[in-house]
């Protein structure tokens, strides 16, 4: 089944990249020329995804001026004649079809998937978390797309971490499948000791979730750090279903680290 909504959940602090994102929202930093934001929403655009909804908090509005039309620089740039900048400016407005909707107690990123359960309805949807750009040949969500396609299951983008990182991801269980294809057999959110390391594979910005993942959500207890986390909801889905972990290509940036 063709992956037509993703959700960026994008309402978090910032707080690791102060005093930058006290006025600016960490996924507004650039890399570059472009706003983190604006790869994270090309790369679900180039994957075929069709509706998106960015999950902001109050503080955030500037996202959506970004992908908002802008009818005085649009004059200003054509009465200059720049015609390519008119056309950059254009291309980002008419990206794809943004929503928005605000998480207004910062919950967990299971609380920020929870509420966008009107918006998904009864059908698989891509999460591109709004820390996470990932730059590649072929984008990272399509490769998991592809996967769930393949074999109907939750699919997670997942990555080896460094050892002593490890504490501040996700642990998981895996078996290997095909070429960069894992079997993920448990989960678990931020271990806190060496005992409940399940491997250096972790979930790392990308899933791809069957619409029962709401359900489950809504069972699932609060976790790590006082918030719900949706990996401890994976991990449900793992026990019933199962899910599937694509080591996926491309070269990921994590904005939330300086």
């Not at 005085?72 to 009465?79: F, G, T, W």
């Not at 939750?154 to 080896?160: D, E, F, L, P, T």
Request: net charge negative; glycine share 8%; charged share 25%.
């Amino acid at each position: 089944m063709k992956i037509k909504k993703a959700i960026i959940p994008a309402a978090g602090l910032g707080t690791r990249v102060l005093p930058a994102s006290k006025s600016v929202p960490k996924e507004m930093l650039p890399l570059v020329d472009k706003p983190a934001i604006q790869y994270i929403v090309e790369e679900a655009v180039n994957a075929g995804i069709e509706e998106i909804l960015v999950i902001t908090n109050r503080d955030k509005t500037v996202m959506e001026d970004h992908f908002d039309r802008s009818p005085e620089l649009e004059q200003k740039l054509a009465e200059a004649g720049k015609l390519d900048k008119l056309q950059i400016v254009l291309d980002v407005a008419n990206m794809a079809n943004i929503m928005y909707m605000r998480q207004k107690e910062t919950k967990g990123l299971g609380h920020a998937v929870l509420i966008a359960k009107a918006f998904v309805g009864n059908e698989p949807f891509a999460v591109l978390y709004g820390d996470d750009v990932i730059i590649g040949e072929k984008p990272a969500i399509g490769q998991l797309c592809d996967a769930y396609d393949k074999f109907g299951l939750g699919v997670a983008g997942i990555k080896q971490v460094p050892e002593g990182d490890i504490y501040k991801y996700s642990s998981l269980a895996v078996e290997p499948l095909q070429d960069r294809t894992f079997k993920i057999t448990n989960m678990i959110e931020k271990p806190q000791t060496p005992q409940e390391v399940l491997s250096l594979y972790s979930i790392l910005g990308r899933c791809v979730l069957p619409p029962e993942i709401f359900d489950i959500l809504e069972e699932t207890p609060i976790g790590a750090g006082g918030e719900l986390q949706l990996t401890d909801a994976m991990r449900t889905l793992t026990q019933r279903r199962g899910m599937v972990g694509v080591d996926y290509e491309g070269k990921r940036y994590d904005m939330g680290s300086k």
